[in-house]
Structures are given as C-alpha cells and as structure tokens.
C-alpha cells in the first residue's frame, strides 16, 4: 500500500497528557500538510512541512501544539498537556511538492483523538 | 480572507436523481480548486480537481465539476446518484505552495 499511512488510527488521552500523531507520506512526497476536523466543521489547516523545515504553521495553535518531519521518519504531531477541546479527527495529506506549482494533496485515513 | 463556502450542509436524494452541490470561494488571483469525497468510515479522497483548461472538469465514478469564474463557482454534479454515493462531499481551494483550505462539507444521503 502505497498510500499516506497515519497511526494510531484512534487515540486516548486523559486531560493533561500527551498526544503524539504519526503521518507517513506517499512514497516520493516530500510535503505534509495537518488538518484538523472538528465535529460539523470542515477541515481546516494546521500545519505544512518539507523534510526538516517548517513552511507554514498559521493554522496551528501557538501553544502545546508542534510538528516536525525529520529527514528520516514519519512526520509528528504533537500535542502536550491534551484538553477535551483537542478531540478531532486529525488528518495528514502528503504531496510531491513541486515548486511554485500546485499539485495534489492525497490525505491518510487520519487520526481520531478522544480526550477523556 | 479566503474561504470556501458550501451551500448545501445535507441534501437527500433518492437514486437516479440529479445531483448539485453548490461551492463558491473567495480568492484573489489564480486559485486551483478541489472535490474531495469522504465515504462512512474511510478517508478523503480526491474526486476531481481544476487547475487550468477545460473549465468542465470529469472525476471519478462519473462526477464532473464546472468551474465559473465570473461567479467565483465549483459546483459538483452527477446526474444520476446511485446508494453508494452517500458520503460527505468537501470542496477545497488552494493556490500553489499554500495549504488547501476547506469547505464545511455537504454529507449526501441516497435512499435507495
């Protein structure tokens, strides 16, 4: 399976620990964006990243949310000191990244995080 | 700001009925547009997408988009629903090296 690989596929986490979301890209993308989906809401940015860089994080909360995508490994979302308003679906999308060109975002199976 | 808007939050069909789902964005600039369908239980997947052309976009499983600039529109049809297209329908926009930004999403249910 060639595709965009997310785990844990369901998470819990009591108020106050750690949730850390692992994303696995396509083979040969080097891009990853995080997307977050809340109940009756659509899905809305959070985070893109190349290997090793982080391009845009406006989308991310300023506090006790981080990303990375190490040059080796997955890509990491991680969030600390978890609240119940962080229960969503988290989703990851990878595509090839060409530059200055648009090109399609192929999305994992996602990540649902339920804060106890 | 841009945004995505989707009219529609649930439509209810019965098979062989047509099909439209209405998206308007707001964007400056040249913007490539997006349907995403998620099925129960599965993840998105891309339906169709416009970057330049034809601005009659065909997908998959006989889904075609038309794109209208003049009215800053992407609507999604079919013109024949069957059961198994129940699923919730994203609409999304982007311009190139930025983030998709999404639409609320319109979950269609077929009765058979």
């Known amino acids: 399976n060639a595709g965009v690989m997310q785990n844990p596929r369901h998470l819990v986490r009591r108020r106050g620990q750690e949730a850390r979301l692992r994303c696995s890209p396509m083979?040969?993308?080097?891009?990853v964006y995080w997307y977050r989906q809340l109940p009756e809401e659509g899905l809305k940015f959070m985070v893109y990243l190349q290997k090793e860089n982080i391009i845009d994080e406006s989308g991310m909360p300023k506090e006790r949310f981080s990303a990375e995508f190490p040059k080796e490994g997955p890509s990491i979302l991680r969030i600390q000191q978890v609240v119940r308003g962080d229960s969503a679906a988290y989703f990851c999308?990878?595509?090839?990244?060409?530059?200055?060109?648009?090109?399609?975002?192929?999305f994992g199976p996602g990540t649902r995080l339920t804060v106890l | 700001a841009q945004s995505v808007s989707q009219h529609n939050h649930h439509v209810i069909l019965s098979e062989a009925a047509s099909l439209e789902l209405g998206c308007n964005y707001s964007?400056?600039?040249?913007?490539?547009l997006f349907w995403y369908v998620q099925y129960p239980g599965q993840h998105l997947q891309l339906l169709l997408k416009y970057f330049s052309g034809d601005p009659l976009v065909k997908g998959i499983k006989g889904f075609e988009a038309e794109f209208i600039k003049s009215k800053f529109s992407f609507n999604l049809r079919k013109p024949s629903v069957q059961w198994s297209d129940t699923a919730e329908y994203f609409c999304?926009?982007?311009?190139?090296?930025?983030?998709?930004?999404f639409g609320k999403g319109t979950t269609l249910s077929v009765s058979s």
């Open positions: 964007y400056g600039g040249t913007v490539n």
């Open positions: 999308a990878s595509s090839l990244g060409l530059a200055g060109v648009t090109d399609t975002q192929y």
């Open positions: 999304a926009a982007t311009r190139a090296g930025t983030a998709l930004i």
């Open positions: 083979k040969g993308h080097s891009h």
